[in-house]
């Protein structure tokens, strides 16, 4: 198995890739991407050094750089950038996060204090912007074609936060919802991909089914933390159940909750129209953990799984091909 958290703060992940050479090569690769990791956060500055590493040692699943690395399994595995590549797609997650805070108002990010909580949404923003910096300097040296790559992504993932600020607008609030996050998740996810593939010498053919996974897995990725936020029963999601909809986050569930015109959901549809109160909050979680909604919601999810299984068929039929159908598997299963 290959653990998908390099800190001791976080609950590990772990994927049985069923190949123990690439288990060790893929747990390696992770290993030096984290060293990495704290060389490129580094600064002279101690107070910029200690905020930049705040999120990065509050733990993790690195599920980017782990993308990265099996996907560059499709070609040379060895060859030059590729851990490179990993750590620009982790320091660019992690700026987004900082970002993602101020947005949300967040208090707390993988169990400990938010760093706009502790230092405030001035320099929580700042940080962000230093690790998108420290991204694209190691970015520039990968070549033209990364950075064009790597702005195009930022350019999504920024167009995807844009639109869900500015909210559906009219246009259907599930098909916006998915749309939103293939532009957020599914965009960086669909990089580190393409990266681990392009970096390694892999063909053309095979990069763009690489993306293609990425980004449908993205989704997938993100569907399947909506639903642990309702279905869990523990901390698995990393969070409390509930969280989203005690801070109002319209997640799949309640989407397809809210278009449901069942009478027998009124109180459902009453209870998740916007944040539940914290004494609301275990009717509303039995209510909808039994409704078609959720049973929606998993269905959708099935489907995202389904669709990349069959972006797979696409592949070499090589060890990595079966690893990231067990990243499929392991997406879908642990709702359940």
Request: contains cysteine; proline residues 7%.
């Given at each position: 198995m290959v653990s998908l958290t390099q800190t001791p703060s976080s609950a590990p992940v772990d994927i049985d890739f069923d190949d123990p050479a690439l288990t060790n090569a893929v747990q390696r690769g992770l290993d030096e991407v984290e060293v990495r990791l704290r060389e490129a956060v580094d600064s002279a500055d101690p107070f910029i050094a200690e905020a930049a590493a705040h999120l990065m040692l509050a733990g993790g699943k690195r599920f980017r750089p782990m993308l990265v690395l099996l996907s560059s399994h499709f070609g040379d595995a060895e060859a030059e950038g590729i851990i490179d590549a990993a750590v620009v797609m982790e320091l660019t997650h992690l700026a987004t996060l900082y970002h993602d805070d101020v947005m949300d108002e967040a208090p707390v990010r993988r169990g400990a204090p938010s760093a706009n909580s502790r230092w405030g949404n001035t320099f929580a923003i700042l940080i962000g912007d230093y690790l998108f910096a420290r991204a694209s300097d190691i970015t520039a040296s990968l070549g033209t074609e990364a950075v064009r790559k790597q702005a195009g992504t930022f350019a999504r993932l920024v167009a995807g936060q844009i639109a869900e600020t500015a909210g559906p607008r009219g246009a259907d609030p599930v098909e916006f919802y998915l749309h939103v996050l293939a532009e957020k998740t599914g965009s960086l996810i669909a990089t580190s991909a393409h990266f681990g593939g392009y970096f390694a010498g892999a063909g053309e053919d095979v990069t763009d089914a690489l993306a293609e996974f990425g980004e449908v897995i993205g989704v997938a990725f993100q569907l399947s933390d909506d639903l642990l936020d309702i279905a869990s029963e523990s901390r698995t999601s990393g969070k409390t159940p509930g969280t989203d909809l005690l801070e109002g986050v319209p997640t799949l569930p309640a989407l397809y909750a809210l278009a449901d015109d069942?009478?027998?959901?009124?109180?459902?549809?009453?209870?998740?129209?916007?944040?539940?109160?914290?004494?609301?909050?275990?009717?509303?979680?039995?209510?909808?953990?039994?409704?078609?909604?959720?049973?929606?919601?998993?269905?959708?999810?099935?489907?995202?799984?389904?669709?990349?299984?069959?972006?797979?068929?696409?592949?070499?039929?090589?060890?990595?091909?079966?690893?990231?159908?067990?990243?499929?598997?392991?997406?879908?299963?642990?709702?359940?």
């Open positions: 069942d009478p027998a959901d009124a109180r459902l549809r009453e209870l998740v129209s916007g944040p539940v109160a914290e004494a609301d909050l275990p009717e509303a979680l039995t209510l909808l953990r039994a409704s078609k909604a959720m049973e929606k919601a998993r269905a959708t999810l099935d489907a995202y799984g389904e669709r990349a299984r069959d972006i797979l068929t696409r592949l070499p039929d090589v060890p990595a091909r079966r690893a990231l159908e067990a990243v499929c598997a392991y997406m879908v299963s642990r709702t359940s």
